[in-house]
């Protein structure tokens, strides 16, 4: 095994993930961890010892019944219309010791000269639920979309979402906000810093952060359960409806 190679097409991002919440009370907390940016058609495979470390599997995204994330991507765009694109850069959290969890994975698909034409983001809830969202972002990498998932118990399903997401380069800077009716009462923001994507580093990332997917998962229940006991209202989980293209 050669620490030092590299995966073509991939990178890891040191991320910081920052949650706010500021109605009906404040809350704030921030965790660390890491991210992959891959292309769908040439998904990294680690060395046989580190694959417990980092696995892309089509059952964790879309309807999970497609042979491969590409195929759950085009089935899904092809529902909506939308042609499969040339090129697609996801970001996403990997398995981890046979466990994944991504609140948020983000697909910027591309036309046959590069030009970015439509982003996809996959939103699941700690429910075992999923939605995608179909964005057209502008220069600047912004979008807005009426909110029809269940995420947080404590929101209802409405509003929509103000969102910024660049592709990402040297650097990760994403933002998603919530805006209700009387204001934006809640954001959350990834930002992070481009790092060669071998076995190396995704062996120092692991050490630095040890299953990381389980702690992402870990770290919203737990401030879930903190505002719960500030007595702030659960909000009924509406009967979730699979989209056409994810059955």
Not at 145 to 154: E, G, I, L, R
């Amino acid at each position: 095994m050669t620490f030092r190679t590299a995966w073509p097409g991939a990178a890891l991002y040191d991320c910081v993930i920052s949650h706010a919440r500021t109605a009906p009370v404040r809350h704030a907390f921030r965790h660390r961890t890491y991210m992959w940016l891959v292309d769908v058609d040439r998904l990294p495979e680690p060395p046989r010892v580190l694959r417990p470390l980092a696995g892309f599997d089509a059952r964790d995204h879309f309807g999970g019944r497609e042979p491969t994330i590409r195929a759950g991507l085009d089935r899904w765009l092809a529902a909506r219309g939308v042609p499969a694109p040339d090129q697609v850069r996801m970001l996403t959290h990997a398995r981890v010791l046979g466990h994944v969890f991504n609140p948020l994975t983000l697909y910027w698909c591309h036309d046959h000269d590069g030009t970015l034409y439509c982003v996809v983001a996959e939103v699941h809830n700690t429910y075992g639920e999923r939605h995608c969202y179909l964005l057209r972002t502008d220069e600047h990498g912004r979008a807005e979309v009426a909110k029809d998932f269940y995420v947080s118990p404590f929101f209802p399903v409405d509003g929509a979402y103000l969102m910024r997401l660049p592709e990402p380069g040297a650097a990760l800077d994403l933002t998603v906000r919530l805006r209700r009716e009387g204001g934006t009462p809640f954001a959350v923001t990834v930002r992070g810093r481009r790092r060669p994507a071998t076995a190396g580093r995704l062996l120092a990332e692991a050490l630095r952060h040890p299953w990381s997917t389980a702690a992402v998962s870990a770290a919203i229940r737990l401030h879930g359960l903190w505002l719960y006991a500030r007595r702030l209202p659960v909000q009924p989980r509406p009967r979730h409806r699979v989209q056409e293209g994810m059955q």
